[in-house]
């Protein structure tokens, strides 16, 4: 069973910095796409940072490219965001998602689905 779990939220004042992780577990692919996606209440979940395991594709929203960073250790099947900047719109329920069914190309979630997903982790950002 894949599983998949966050953590590294937490509250920051604007400006400041946090670092997400996701551990993933349950499965033995090698290559795959993880993704960083946030939602607030009443408004649509929004990706936000996606990256091919064991590649070099990564995708980043308009909204966080140049603040945001998502890397991976996929010796040990983790994703990282590194957020930077943080701004109080970046408020947000954070969720790590994968798709274990893509072997190549871009990890947009625009472009393919994300049938696993992990429990969330809160961030905050105060003004």
């Known amino acids: 069973q894949v599983q998949l779990l966050e953590s590294g939220g937490g509250s920051v004042q604007h400006g400041g910095s946090l670092g997400l992780s996701c551990v993933a577990s349950?499965?033995?692919?090698?290559?795959?796409?993880m993704g960083w996606f946030r939602q607030t209440p009443g408004k649509e979940r929004e990706g936000v940072a996606a990256?091919?395991?064991?590649?070099?594709?990564?995708w980043y929203s308009d909204s966080v490219k140049g603040r945001f960073t998502i890397s991976q250790d996929s010796a040990k099947n983790t994703v990282f965001l590194q957020m930077n900047s943080l701004k109080p719109e970046d408020t947000a329920m954070y969720y790590c998602?994968?798709?274990?069914?893509?072997?190549?190309?871009?990890?947009?979630?625009?472009?393919?689905?994300?049938?696993?997903w992990g429990q969330g982790t809160q961030v905050t950002v105060s003004s």
């Open positions: 998602a994968a798709d274990l069914s893509v072997v190549a190309g871009s990890c947009n979630p625009g472009l393919i689905e994300y049938p696993y």
């Open positions: 990256i091919f395991i064991g590649g070099s594709n990564i």
């Open positions: 349950g499965y033995t692919y090698s290559r795959y796409c």
